[in-house]
């Protein structure tokens, strides 16, 4: 039988590489919760189911990972690039996503109600049904993403741009809309 790090020591392991770089590395449903990882390069890594809960990433580079189911409540992606990232079905409630970039990335039925994602860019993001409830997009890029069906019930969409953007059967009740730059009907 392979030995295997013990949970908390490769918890630090991790902390300590933060800004090293893992690229394609494989932590598929580990719990690495409440850890400063700012700057790490985490590029094309497994991290489906992962517990990410609070977690630091600013500036992290994501591109590409596989973030599928993963529990990413409260965390932190500040700058932070998931340039065609696959984040379906992850929970990324009270996120802190501010100027993230999320272009091109898969995130059909993310839960991002109450979530800060003031002026990240979701271009060309497939965003099928995702939660948008509360949350602050207030300035993001949305231009050709898939909005279709998502909940934006009172979210901030002031000065976002949202031109080609495809909102059929979203849900925009309560939203703000000041300055918004909306796709032609």
């Known amino acids: 039988m392979p030995w295997k790090w013990p949970e908390s020591e490769l918890c630090r392991l991790w902390a300590t590489l933060a800004g090293v770089g893992l690229v394609a590395c494989h932590q598929a449903g580990r719990e690495l919760t409440d850890l400063a990882l700012e700057s790490i390069n985490l590029i ?54 501010r100027w993230a970039d999320f272009e091109g990335a898969s995130l059909i039925e993310v839960d991002f109600r109450n979530a800060n ?55 925009l009740d309560g939203a703000r809309l000041d300055g918004a730059r909306m796709p032609e009907a």
């Open 44 to 97: 094309g890594a497994d991290l489906a189911r992962a517990k990410l809960c609070k977690t630091r990433l600013r500036r992290a580079g994501l591109q590409g990972a596989i973030l599928r189911k993963a529990d990413m409540r409260g965390v932190d992606l500040v700058g932070a690039s998931l340039f065609r990232a696959n984040a379906n079905w992850a929970d990324l409630r009270d996120a802190d996503a």
């Open 117 to 171: 994602l003031e002026g990240a860019s979701l271009r060309e993001a497939q965003a099928a049904r995702a939660d948008f409830a509360g949350a602050s997009l207030r300035g993001a890029i949305l231009n050709g993403a898939d909005l279709a069906e998502c909940d934006l019930t009172g979210a901030d969409l002031r000065d976002a741009d949202v031109r080609g953007a495809d909102l059929a059967s979203a849900k």
